[in-house]
């Protein structure tokens, strides 16, 4: 689990944050199927479809800033947070934030196992 954190947090690149994202999942799936409460396999299969949904939602919002992020595809974070973006797209975000936020509000069952 520490190697995920400190690849998602050492990253310079978009791809390589979405990849030590997901490696930090796995372990906390298999501590919540085996060390989990009364019913840790529920949540364990509520957490890994409700993490994997969400995981689509992130690659796609990944690559599409990769490839509206400057002229030239790129992931690197740096030549991302220089661009400007329109204030649609900005929007676009914030309702995917919100999304997100509901989303795990719904996962309550995983937290109080």
């Known amino acids: 689990m520490y190697s995920g954190q400190i690849g998602s947090f050492s990253s310079r690149d978009l791809l390589l944050f979405f990849i030590m994202w997901e490696f930090e999942l796995i372990p906390v799936y298999l501590l919540l199927s085996m060390w989990g409460g009364k019913k840790r396999l529920y949540s364990a299969t509520k957490f890994i479809l409700y993490t994997a949904g969400g995981s689509v939602f992130l690659l796609i919002g990944v690559l599409g800033l990769g490839l509206y992020g400057s002229n030239e595809p790129t992931l690197n974070f740096e030549t991302l947070?220089?661009?400007?973006?329109p204030v649609a797209l900005e929007i676009i975000f914030?309702?995917?934030?919100?999304?997100?936020?509901?989303?795990?509000?719904?996962?309550?069952?995983?937290?109080?196992?």
């Open 94 to 113: 914030y309702i995917g934030f919100l999304i997100a936020f509901v989303l795990h509000l719904l996962c309550e069952s995983v937290q109080f196992s």
């Open 81 to 85: 947070a220089n661009q400007s973006y």
